[in-house]
């Protein structure tokens, strides 16, 4: 159980539930869970990780293309 607060009415309730989003009991607003908050948070990190991926893919191919060169001049 976590408490949450609608961000529209100030409302505060338990919540017991597993989905990203709740339904204010009040004013009918979606609100995020904590959930929510952990999903963004593992697909920020999983961005990053396959950033750095990405970079040192590029830092390899650049190291090929240079020792190619190398034995071309």
């Given at each position: 159980?976590?408490d949450?607060e609608?961000?529209?009415c100030?409302?505060?309730?338990?919540?017991?539930?597993?989905?990203?989003t709740t339904?204010?009991?009040?004013?009918n607003l979606?609100t995020p869970?904590p959930?929510d908050e952990?999903?963004?948070?593992?697909?920020?990190?999983?961005?990053?990780?396959?950033?750095?991926?990405?970079q040192e893919?590029?830092?390899d191919?650049?190291?090929r293309?240079?020792?190619?060169?190398?034995?071309?001049?």
């Amino acid at each position: 159980m976590v408490d949450i607060e609608c961000e529209k009415c100030g409302y505060e309730w338990d919540y017991t539930g597993e989905l990203m989003t709740t339904t204010c009991p009040r004013c009918n607003l979606k609100t995020p869970t904590p959930l929510d908050e952990e999903v963004e948070s593992n697909a920020d990190e999983s961005i990053r990780e396959r950033e750095v991926r990405a970079q040192e893919r590029t830092a390899d191919a650049l190291e090929r293309i240079a020792s190619v060169l190398e034995r071309v001049e």
